[in-house]
């Protein structure tokens, strides 16, 4: 069982950055892949970036490309995601999510509010 736990949202002005952070438990971390989701009010839940279990190969949303970047570091379990150049439209709950393989994502936070104001 994984349990992933995020941190790091709040509200920032347009142009702005924002670290989130998510930590998971389990000793299975660094098999997982890991993505970020995120769902605005009215709106589908859509991706936003994802990072293999090797930290080798990472992919983004276009909406995100050059501004947001996700890493991990498996020696504290935790996945981040580093966002700049904030924009209202990044308004959203953020959800961290799990994988092993190619499978669905099993593993779901309870997601972190990121508000940026105009």
């Known amino acids: 069982q994984v349990q992933l736990v995020e941190s790091g949202g709040g509200v920032v002005q347009a142009g702005g950055s924002l670290r989130l952070s998510c930590a998971a438990s389990g000793r299975t971390f660094s098999s997982l892949n890991m993505a970020w989701f995120r769902q605005a009010p009215g709106k589908e839940r859509e991706f936003v970036a994802a990072?293999?279990?090797?930290?080798?190969?990472?992919s983004y949303a276009d909406s995100v490309k050059g501004r947001f970047t996700i890493s991990r570091d498996n020696a504290k379990n935790t996945v981040y995601l580093q966002m700049n150049s904030l924009k209202p439209e990044d308004t959203a709950v953020y959800y961290c999510?799990?994988?092993?393989?190619?499978?669905?994502?099993?593993?779901w936070g309870q997601g972190t509010q990121v508000t940026v104001s105009s």
């Open positions: 990072i293999r279990w090797s930290a080798i190969s990472t």
């Open positions: 999510a799990a994988r092993y393989g190619a499978n669905i994502y099993d593993y």
